[in-house]
């Protein structure tokens, strides 16, 4: 059974840093494509960041804007995200996806496998 467990979160103030991690077990890590996403109070699910199994990564346009890296170790079967810049507007649970299929996507349905998310809280 594939499980991601994410950590890092927690409260900063606006303009910090936060670092996230996400770590996999009980499937082969290095073949899934890898994603962030967010979820806000009464928001639906926005994608992040995602990294394909050769290291390359795409972002939200809408509000990363170079604040945010993803990365991915395939030794330790881990992906992170490195935040940056913190606004208040990115409060959220932070989620962590794999994806069988090849390819990014920006759409939480096509995720195979999720985490159970981690809190961070940014204020003003």
């Known amino acids: 059974q594939v499980q991601l467990s994410e950590s890092g979160g927690g409260s900063v103030q606006a303009g910090g840093s936060l670092s996230l991690s996400c770590v996999v077990s009980?499937?082969?890590?290095?073949?899934?494509?890898m994603a962030w996403f967010r979820q806000a109070p009464t928001k639906e699910r926005e994608f992040v960041s995602a990294?394909?199994?050769?290291?390359?990564?795409?972002h939200n346009v809408d509000f990363v804007n170079g604040r945010f890296t993803i990365s991915r170790d395939n030794t330790k079967n881990t992906v992170y995200l490195q935040m940056n810049s913190l606004k208040p507007e990115d409060t959220a649970n932070y989620y962590c996806?794999?994806?069988?299929?090849?390819?990014?996507?920006?759409?939480?349905?096509?995720?195979?496998?999720w985490g159970q998310g981690t809190q961070v809280t940014v204020s003003s």
């Open positions: 996806a794999a994806r069988l299929r090849q390819s990014t996507s920006g759409d939480p349905r096509s995720y195979d496998y």
């Open positions: 009980g499937g082969t890590f290095s073949s899934y494509v």
């Open positions: 990294i394909t199994t050769a290291g390359h990564s795409v």
